[in-house]
């Protein structure tokens, strides 16, 4: 029965017309061109007839997003089956991340065929916008103003000849009205049946003049959208404590603190602390309790499960016997699931006809807030840079007593201790959790002329300047240090006698404590670890040494672009007309990358932000002059050929020149076959060259040296022990370009108008691919990278993951649509279907190395989720004042992570799935049209109410992830949308 609808769904697209994405079909802009008209469409300079293309070209009208409740370019982007599984929504982005993902605050992609965000070009009327200002690299698409748009075209296709060399993955057009007259007002709402993630959108679109009557045409547009938080906390099925699924966290920072046998301090504790200097041994026992010890966890404790989000350390599942008395807490429901956001963007458009000839200016722009919240700082005390020692006085005594008289009933070794300060590892809840407040700004300016040269020829001109600057700020959670975090801190401090672990004079010191910063206040005892409650002396602490406001970082992209295109008639063949188009094209992008003043020479240390000083870029520059040709030869009246060629310019990477062919052959008028080939290259981001280098620790617990350990996982076994290097990340002055070579055949049949189906084949091979290896990547093929990693003692203490030019990439897929439609009751019967079938994913590290076993259907911790298959279905049924449709969104499933315990073999949990359940979700809604002024939309997105399928995402060495993987299902479930539109 659970493949029942499915299958519904698929017979009904195999007998019923065109509606949602149609491939290769005339844009909803038949309003504003004749059925069979050529026209510019994406992917080719040359005006041609979109229902007849040799390359799959989806269009989607404003009516389909309506109908399938899609309020946002970021919803549109997940709903497209071509469209990958990587780290590229507000969802994925919300936790901890780290490498290629930090700074993605707030940032939304697309990432067509899974070739990564910087591989897809994203147009606005056929023309560039800025990358996100802080990433500089990926497009924010929640900058464009969809309350503007007429259709969005996706090129399944790489399309560098026309567009750039760096069209990889393919092309999406966000297409503006041109001759709207009237005005329209639309109020949206999506509200989630169990709360939270609430989305609201309100939006007045206006427009005076008829182009061909008047001759100008005047529009304006806003729009206010408001994505609300979505916590963990709120939905059940986060929940990282399943350990019969397998499933538990690694973490022993716990809101009530866990002990640990830290040796002595000079500052705070010169004599030790509680269970340093003793064996750690409880009767019977052969693994010391090294580490860490709970006290809701020892025999006769209240349970790690009555502090909320607690749960008992699995020992066993993370091959660590040590921390057998700790508790562990549950991370994921702390971090948000869906980041809110709060988004304005308008849009105007001035055009003016003089005959055949037009002119326009264009202006647009968004400013968007958005708040990336993650869980509590954890406070792992050490005796170096973050002395934590909990002791005993006046404040602290009835404590303190307590949770000695715990641990000495376990452990009557440490009794002689008693009154040595407790060392700890504690998750502060009273800190709040942490969060990054980010605003982004963009702007996006444009002119441009279009009109008949002579007769068969035509021009089109224009430039635009864009650009998109960001700034985040710290939120809550982030308290000042209080110690120097390095030696190096120390001397650049200035601070006479200053040394790494000394106290750091310059930053504040809360009421009541006599040492500055979060240090300060924990070894004073106002500031309780063992407690779920503080005193107003401890809050009023926090808030004095709290970093709330501090500026975090800032990015700014700018692209400044100027083109010019010719295209006409040549002569006649058999065939038809041979047409050609020529076109130039300038861009100069500029990159520059702010700092905090928080973290330069002079000011103290907030504990746990990644600053990226580091990395502070003054502006750069990079000019790209291309020129590029293309020609469409009509061989014969069934067959058809077009060449394109460009050159391209980069200052700093020298010229490369890269075609593209694509033909078509139609022997029967409902038979044609389709093929293309093309080339690109695509040169490095420019963080990726001119980052600094940034040393980050590792606190996870899964990792082993693979030359010492031939199972690859943690156990006991001789060679297996965890080992924590640190990372080193960064950019890379030598990063060259890469290069790729694709090509697609494909098949489609149009029996009728009302019935198409066509299914196409396609391959892309990246060579010298840009990018930085995982510390699991790299470990993985360690004999390949001696010269990355550093030993100490002959144990594995640091990793260079700095950018390169990290080897090839093999893309092989199969994309099917399928429309159809009936006449019945009056109205129309359509239905529809678009899927993706994952032939080929694999990839290795250098040009000597083998490449690597399959990555579909295999789980990774970042990049692009490789899923066999995927698709979108629909059916609905359409009369002249009602529609009602039906869809169903599909994710395969996929291998699911093991934790070391059940990795090793070791272990064996009952209710632990090896694979991933596919992801079924179904959408339903209906439109009225009333008084032909006002058209009423009601849905309900996930009717099922499904949650997303278990998955073990959690990643011990970041602290990010949970139970559900948001890289391929939406944490918000049964939703209810209403939209209300009214025309003037």
Same mark, same amino acid.
């Given at each position: 029965?659970?493949?029942?609808?499915?299958?519904?769904?698929?017979?009904?697209?195999?007998?019923?017309?065109?509606?949602?994405?149609?491939?290769?079909?005339?844009?909803?802009?038949?309003?504003?061109?004749?059925?069979?008209?050529?026209?510019?469409?994406?992917?080719?300079?040359?005006?041609?007839?979109?229902?007849?293309?040799?390359?799959?070209?989806?269009?989607?009208?404003?009516?389909?997003?309506?109908?399938?409740?899609?309020?946002?370019?970021?919803?549109?982007?997940?709903?497209?089956?071509?469209?990958?599984?990587?780290?590229?929504?507000?969802?994925?982005?919300?936790?901890?991340?780290?490498?290629?993902?930090?700074?993605?605050?707030?940032?939304?992609?697309?990432?067509?065929?899974?070739?990564?965000?910087?591989?897809?070009?994203?147009?606005?009327?056929?023309?560039?916008?800025?990358?996100?200002?802080?990433?500089?690299?990926?497009?924010?698409?929640?900058?464009?103003?969809?309350?503007?748009?007429?259709?969005?075209?996706?090129?399944?296709?790489?399309?560098?000849?026309?567009?750039?060399?760096?069209?990889?993955?393919?092309?999406?057009?966000?297409?503006?009205?041109?001759?709207?007259?009237?005005?329209?007002?639309?109020?949206?709402?999506?509200? %989630?049946?169990?709360?939270? &993630?609430? /989305?609201?959108? $309100?939006?007045?679109? !206006? =427009?005076? #003049?008829?182009?061909?009557? +008047? @001759?100008?045409?005047?529009?304006?547009?806003?729009?206010?959208?408001?994505?609300?938080?979505?916590?963990?906390?709120?939905?059940?099925?986060?929940?990282?404590?399943?350990?019969?699924?397998?499933?538990?966290?690694?973490?022993?920072?716990?809101?009530?603190?866990?002990?640990?046998?830290?040796?002595?301090?000079?500052?705070?504790?010169?004599?030790?602390?509680?269970?340093?200097?003793?064996?750690?041994?409880?009767?019977?026992? %052969?693994?010391?309790?090294? &580490?860490? /010890?709970?006290? $809701?966890?020892?025999? !006769? =404790?209240? #349970?790690?499960?009555?502090? +909320? @989000?607690?749960?008992?350390?699995?020992?066993?599942?993370?091959?660590?016997?040590?921390?057998?008395?700790?508790?562990?807490?549950?991370?994921?429901?702390?971090?948000?699931?869906?980041?809110?956001?709060?988004?304005?963007?308008?849009?105007?458009?001035?055009?003016?006809?003089?005959?055949?000839?037009?002119?326009?200016?264009?202006?647009?722009?968004?400013?968007?807030?958005?708040?990336?919240?993650?869980?509590?700082?954890?406070?792992?005390?050490?005796?170096?840079?973050?002395?934590?020692?909990?002791?005993?006085?006046?404040?602290?005594?009835?404590?303190?007593? +307590?949770?000695?008289?715990?641990?000495?009933?376990?452990?009557?070794?440490?009794?002689?201790?008693?009154?040595?300060?407790?060392?700890?590892?504690?998750?502060?809840?009273?800190?709040?959790?942490?969060?990054?407040?980010?605003?982004?700004?963009?702007?996006?300016?444009?002119?441009?002329?279009?009109?008949?040269?002579?007769?068969?020829?035509?021009?089109?001109?224009?430039?635009?300047?864009?650009?998109?600057?960001?700034?985040?700020?710290?939120?809550?959670?982030?308290?000042?240090?209080?110690?120097?975090?390095?030696?190096?801190?120390?001397?650049?401090?200035?601070?006479?006698?200053?040394?790494?672990?000394?106290?750091?004079?310059?930053?504040?010191?809360?009421?009541?404590?006599?040492?500055?910063?979060?240090?300060?206040?924990?070894?004073?005892?106002?500031?309780?670890?063992?407690?779920?409650?503080?005193?107003?002396?401890?809050?009023?602490?926090?808030?004095?040494?709290?970093?709330?406001?501090?500026?975090?970082?800032?990015?700014?992209?700018?692209?400044?672009?100027?083109?010019?295109?010719?295209?006409?008639?040549?002569?006649?063949?058999?065939?038809?007309?041979?047409?050609?188009?020529?076109?130039?094209?300038?861009?100069?992008?500029?990159?520059?990358?702010?700092?905090?003043?928080?973290?330069?020479?002079?000011?103290?240390?907030?504990?746990?932000?990644?600053?990226?000083?580091?990395?502070?870029?003054?502006?750069?520059?990079?000019?790209?002059?291309?020129?590029?040709?293309?020609?469409?030869?009509?061989?014969?009246?069934?067959?058809?050929?077009?060449?394109?060629?460009?050159?391209?310019?980069?200052?700093?990477?020298?010229?490369?020149?890269?075609?593209?062919?694509?033909?078509?052959?139609?022997?029967?008028?409902?038979?044609?076959?389709?093929?293309?080939?093309?080339?690109?290259?695509?040169?490095?981001?420019?963080?990726?060259?001119?980052?600094?280098?940034?040393?980050?620790?590792?606190?996870?617990?899964?990792?082993?040296?693979?030359?010492?350990?031939?199972?690859?996982?943690?156990?006991?076994?001789?060679?297996?022990?965890?080992?924590?290097?640190?990372?080193?990340?960064?950019?890379?002055?030598?990063?060259?370009?890469?290069?790729?070579?694709?090509?697609?055949?494909?098949?489609?049949?149009?029996?009728?108008?009302?019935?198409?189906?066509?299914?196409?084949?396609?391959?892309?091979?990246?060579?010298?691919?840009?990018?930085?290896?995982?510390?699991?990547?790299?470990?993985?093929?360690?004999?390949?990278?001696?010269?990355?990693?550093?030993?100490?003692?002959?144990?594995?203490?640091?990793?260079?993951?700095?950018?390169?030019?990290?080897?090839?990439?093999?893309?092989?897929?199969?994309?099917?649509?399928?429309?159809?439609?009936?006449?019945?009751?009056?109205?129309?019967?359509?239905?529809?279907?678009?899927?993706?079938?994952?032939?080929?994913?694999?990839?290795?590290?250098?040009?000597?190395?083998?490449?690597?076993?399959?990555?579909?259907?295999?789980?990774?911790?970042?990049?692009?989720?490789?899923?066999?298959?995927?698709?979108?279905?629909?059916?609905?049924?359409?009369?002249?004042?009602?529609?009602?449709?039906?869809?169903?969104?599909?994710?395969?499933?996929?291998?699911?992570?093991?934790?070391?315990?059940?990795?090793?073999?070791?272990?064996?949990?009952?209710?632990?799935?090896?694979?991933?359940?596919?992801?079924?979700?179904?959408?339903?809604?209906?439109?009225?049209?009333?008084?032909?002024?006002?058209?009423?939309?009601?849905?309900?997105?996930?009717?099922?109410?499904?949650?997303?399928?278990?998955?073990?995402?959690?990643?011990?060495?970041?602290?990010?992830?949970?139970?559900?993987?948001?890289?391929?299902?939406?944490?918000?479930?049964?939703?209810?949308?209403?939209?209300?539109?009214?025309?003037?």
């Amino acid at each position: 029965m659970k493949y029942s609808k499915t299958a519904i769904l698929l017979v009904a697209s195999c007998l019923t017309a065109p509606a949602f994405a149609q491939d290769a079909s005339p844009p909803s802009a038949a309003e504003t061109v004749d059925e069979g008209a050529a026209i510019i469409v994406t992917g080719s300079r040359i005006k041609q007839d979109p229902t007849k293309s040799a390359l799959p070209l989806q269009v989607i009208t404003t009516d389909d997003l309506t109908r399938e409740g899609i309020n946002s370019p970021e919803q549109l982007i997940s709903f497209l089956s071509t469209n990958g599984n990587g780290a590229d929504n507000l969802a994925s982005n919300a936790d901890v991340t780290s490498g290629a993902q930090r700074g993605t605050n707030g940032l939304s992609a697309a990432n067509l065929r899974g070739q990564g965000s910087a591989s897809t070009l994203v147009l606005l009327n056929g023309r560039r916008v800025a990358a996100h200002g802080l990433t500089g690299s990926a497009v924010d698409v929640n900058q464009i103003p969809i309350a503007a748009l007429e259709r969005v075209e996706v090129l399944k296709d790489g399309a560098s000849a026309i567009y750039g060399t760096d069209a990889i993955g393919g092309v999406i057009n966000f297409i503006t009205k041109t001759n709207f007259q009237g005005l329209a007002l639309n109020a949206f709402t999506d509200m %989630t049946e169990a709360g939270g &993630g609430a /989305i609201y959108r $309100l939006s007045a679109t !206006g =427009g005076y #003049g008829d182009l061909d009557e +008047d @001759g100008f045409n005047l529009l304006a547009t806003v729009s206010r959208s408001v994505n609300k938080a979505l916590n963990g906390s709120e939905r059940g099925f986060v929940n990282g404590n399943q350990p019969n699924r397998g499933l538990s966290v690694d973490t022993r920072g716990t809101p009530i603190a866990t002990a640990f046998p830290t040796t002595g301090n000079s500052l705070f504790a010169p004599t030790g602390s509680l269970l340093s200097g003793v064996t750690l041994l409880e009767a019977g026992a %052969t693994v010391p309790a090294t &580490g860490g /010890i709970n006290i $809701l966890d020892l025999p !006769g =404790g209240a #349970g790690c499960a009555s502090m +909320d @989000g607690g749960m008992a350390y699995d020992d066993q599942l993370w091959a660590n016997t040590s921390a057998r008395f700790a508790c562990a807490w549950d991370t994921g429901r702390a971090a948000v699931l869906q980041q809110p956001l709060n988004t304005l963007t308008y849009y105007g458009r001035a055009t003016a006809k003089f005959g055949d000839h037009q002119i326009y200016a264009e202006i647009t722009g968004s400013d968007a807030d958005s708040s990336k919240r993650f869980s509590n700082n954890q406070y792992s005390g050490n005796n170096s840079t973050l002395p934590l020692y909990y002791p005993l006085n006046a404040t602290t005594a009835g404590t303190y007593n +307590d949770v000695y008289n715990k641990l000495v009933a376990v452990f009557p070794q440490i009794a002689p201790n008693y009154g040595k300060p407790i060392s700890y590892r504690w998750r502060c809840t009273s800190c709040d959790v942490r969060e990054y407040e980010t605003n982004t700004k963009t702007l996006r300016a444009g002119l441009g002329a279009e009109g008949p040269l002579w007769d068969g020829w035509d021009y089109r001109a224009g430039g635009s300047y864009a650009r998109s600057e960001s700034s985040s700020l710290l939120g809550t959670g982030y308290h000042y240090r209080g110690t120097f975090s390095s030696a190096a801190a120390a001397t650049a401090s200035g601070v006479v006698g200053a040394v790494s672990g000394g106290i750091d004079p310059r930053a504040p010191t809360a009421p009541g404590a006599t040492r500055p910063g979060i240090v300060g206040l924990l070894n004073s005892g106002i500031l309780n670890p063992f407690s779920l409650t503080q005193s107003e002396a401890a809050l009023a602490g926090l808030d004095a040494i709290s970093a709330e406001g501090v500026t975090l970082y800032g990015g700014k992209y700018e692209v400044k672009q100027l083109d010019a295109s010719v295209s006409g008639s040549l002569f006649d063949l058999p065939g038809g007309t041979v047409q050609v188009a020529l076109g130039v094209d300038y861009r100069r992008e500029t990159y520059g990358f702010n700092g905090s003043p928080a973290a330069v020479t002079g000011t103290p240390d907030i504990f746990n932000v990644a600053f990226d000083n580091n990395n502070a870029l003054t502006p750069k520059n990079r000019t790209v002059k291309a020129a590029y040709a293309e020609v469409l030869v009509p061989v014969f009246d069934s067959f058809e050929v077009t060449g394109a060629l460009r050159l391209d310019d980069y200052s700093g990477f020298g010229s490369t020149v890269n075609p593209k062919i694509s033909g078509k052959y139609r022997p029967l008028d409902w038979l044609m076959f389709r093929g293309s080939y093309n080339t690109g290259f695509r040169v490095p981001a420019f963080n990726q060259i001119f980052n600094g280098v940034t040393q980050s620790p590792n606190p996870g617990n899964t990792l082993v040296d693979p030359t010492t350990c031939a199972t690859g996982t943690v156990s006991l076994l001789p060679g297996c022990t965890a080992i924590t290097p640190e990372t080193l990340s960064g950019g890379n002055l030598n990063l060259g370009p890469e290069t790729s070579k694709q090509h697609s055949v494909g098949i489609v049949l149009q029996p009728s108008s009302r019935f198409s189906a066509s299914l196409d084949y396609w391959s892309i091979a990246v060579d010298d691919t840009i990018g930085a290896l995982t510390l699991r990547q790299l470990l993985d093929n360690i004999s390949f990278f001696p010269d990355r990693v550093t030993r100490t003692n002959n144990i594995i203490t640091l990793i260079d993951l700095r950018a390169d030019n990290i080897g090839s990439r093999r893309t092989e897929g199969l994309e099917v649509a399928l429309r159809g439609g009936v006449d019945a009751f009056g109205g129309v019967i359509n239905a529809g279907l678009d899927g993706t079938y994952q032939l080929k994913k694999r990839e290795k590290f250098l040009p000597s190395a083998p490449f690597g076993p399959s990555l579909i259907g295999r789980f990774t911790f970042a990049g692009d989720l490789g899923l066999k298959w995927k698709h979108s279905a629909f059916v609905s049924f359409t009369n002249d004042d009602f529609t009602f449709n039906f869809s169903q969104i599909y994710r395969d499933g996929y291998n699911n992570q093991a934790l070391p315990g059940i990795a090793n073999g070791t272990v064996v949990r009952p209710d632990f799935n090896p694979k991933v359940k596919p992801y079924v979700i179904y959408n339903t809604s209906v439109s009225f049209d009333l008084l032909k002024q006002y058209r009423l939309t009601a849905g309900v997105r996930n009717v099922f109410d499904k949650d997303p399928p278990f998955a073990i995402t959690y990643d011990s060495n970041t602290g990010a992830g949970s139970s559900w993987e948001p890289r391929v299902a939406d944490p918000r479930g049964r939703s209810f949308t209403l939209s209300i539109e009214a025309k003037f």
